[in-house]
Structure formats: structure tokens, C-alpha cells
């Protein structure tokens, strides 16, 4: 059993120890690289000069790329100081932090981003709170999380933890977000959060592990896409504008 197992569920030391895995296209965080793009793909070019996206949770920065030429500023806050400095050698102007109190102004940010992040943060509600504080009115939100499910427990932690493409232990399923909250959370903070279901495209999965497993190595396909699906049961990405 490794130092890390014996960590508790969602442990965020567990992170320290998985640093070397951020940017490894077949690590053990391959799937935050695809749901990075497809969150990316909900921000639209910035409409104005000096725009700021709040990436919260932002880990090392894997929106980074994804986000190249849209004319933000992009900065980070993370609780993992080994993440953050991974985030700053891509672009991102790292603040170490807490999501739940978050060291920036009201309204300062024209997007705030929040991938993967919720469902690790005991208190999601405070985040929710500041994430809206923080978007300026007519500001977007966007952001992915895991739904509070028997059957996102099952699919994201019994199997996807399985699996090379999730970390085993790093999600403690009793965090987990139910959709219906989260849009009447963002409701109460004036934002108007649509949700959607996602989830990795089949085929494209398969092959990546395949040739995962047979060791063929799974970065020289094409990194399996996110695509929207009719159920927000398991995975679910939100976007949502901040009333005037
Ligand atoms: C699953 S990772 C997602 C990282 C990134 N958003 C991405 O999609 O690549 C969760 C990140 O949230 C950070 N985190 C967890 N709880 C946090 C909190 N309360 N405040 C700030 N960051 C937090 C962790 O350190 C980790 O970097």
C-alpha cells in the first residue's frame, strides 16, 4: 500500500504526492486534460481588454492551453502550492488560496471558472457563494463537477477509480454535488446556472485505454472528447451568466 492510500478520501496532500502526474497526457489525471478542453470550449473570447478568468481549484493549470489567444488574464487559486507553481510555469498567475475565501474583489472577474472542484470541497456552498461574488454582472460562470448519485459513486469512484484515468482515493463520494442544489445555490447568488450532462466519449475511451494497458502508448491517439449527454446523473458541466 502506498503513503498515499493511507491518506484519507480527498486528503488535498494527495496532490503533493501526485505532482509529477499533472501534465502527463496518459497520468493518473488524464481526464482532467479532456474535461479541461471542453470547459475551455464554453468560454468565448474575452470582449474587452485586460478581461480576467478566476480559475478556481485550478490545480497546474491544465486550462491553460486551452484558453491560448481568448485575451484573458488567467489566474489561479489553488490550496496545492506544488500545483500552483505547475500553473505558473503555463501562464497562470497563481494565488494560494482557498476557494471558499477567496483573496480577490467583488466583481473582479469577467468568467470564473471552477473544473473539478466542487465535489472536493467540503463546504461546495461557500464556494458557489464566492465564485458569484467574484464575476462581474453580465460575468460567466463555468463548471464541472460529480453529481450527488448512487450511480456517480458507482461509475466515478468504484469504477473510474479502477481505472488509470482517476487517482484512486481521491474523491470522497459524500462531497458530491447534487445539480438541483447547485442551480438554486447560484440562483440565490444571481447566477443563472444551466446545467448539462457530459461524459467521455465511449469508443474514443476504450481505445485510450487499451492502449493504456497494452502500454502502447495511450498520448500518441487522440485524447478522448467530452460530449454532452441526456442525463446529468453521473457528470455535468454549468454555465451560467451573473445577473446585472
Ligand atoms: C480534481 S483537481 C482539479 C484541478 C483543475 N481544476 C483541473 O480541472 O485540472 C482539484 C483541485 O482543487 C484543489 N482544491 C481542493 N479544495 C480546494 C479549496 N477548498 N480551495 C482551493 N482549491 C482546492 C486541489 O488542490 C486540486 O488542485
Redesign the pocket.
Known amino acids: 500500500m502506498s503513503d498515499r492510500s493511507r491518506l484519507p478520501p480527498n486528503d488535498?496532500r494527495q496532490?503533493d504526492e501526485l505532482a509529477d502526474e499533472?501534465w502527463r497526457p496518459d497520468g493518473a489525471?488524464a481526464m482532467?486534460?479532456w474535461?479541461?478542453r471542453a470547459?475551455a470550449a464554453l468560454v468565448p473570447p474575452a470582449t474587452r481588454p485586460h478581461a480576467l478568468l478566476v480559475?478556481?481549484?485550478?490545480?497546474?493549470?491544465?486550462?491553460a492551453p486551452h484558453l491560448a489567444g481568448k485575451g484573458y488574464r488567467h489566474v489561479g487559486?489553488?490550496?496545492?502550492r506544488s500545483?500552483l507553481a505547475q500553473a505558473a510555469e503555463h501562464g497562470v498567475t497563481p494565488v494560494n488560496?482557498?476557494?471558499?475565501a477567496v483573496p480577490l474583489a467583488d466583481g473582479c472577474a469577467d468568467v470564473v471558472?471552477?473544473?473539478?472542484?466542487l465535489e472536493?470541497?467540503?463546504d461546495w456552498r461557500r464556494?458557489v457563494a464566492e465564485a458569484c461574488r467574484l464575476l462581474r454582472p453580465g460575468g460567466l460562470l463555468v463548471l464541472?463537477t460529480l453529481n450527488d448519485t448512487v450511480l456517480s459513486r458507482l461509475v466515478a469512484v468504484e469504477v473510474g477509480e479502477r481505472l488509470p484515468t482517476v487517482p484512486r482515493g481521491?474523491h470522497d463520494p459524500r462531497l458530491f454535488v447534487d445539480d438541483r442544489a447547485l442551480v438554486a445555490e447560484c440562483a440565490r447568488h444571481g447566477v443563472d446556472l444551466r446545467v448539462r450532462g457530459v461524459r467521455p466519449e465511449l469508443r474514443g475511451t476504450l481505445r485510450w485505454l487499451v492502449r493504456r494497458i497494452r502500454g502502447t502508448g495511450p498520448s500518441a491517439g487522440r485524447a478522448p472528447r467530452i460530449r454532452p449527454t441526456w442525463s446529468t446523473a453521473v457528470l455535468y458541466q454549468g454555465r451560467g451568466v451573473r445577473l446585472g
Open positions: 488535498p496532490y499533472w489525471f482532467l486534460h474535461l479541461a470547459r480559475d478556481l481549484g485550478c490545480g497546474a493549470g491544465l486550462l487559486v489553488d490550496l496545492t500545483a488560496g482557498d476557494a471558499t471558472a471552477a473544473g473539478e472542484l472536493h470541497v467540503p464556494a464541472d481521491i
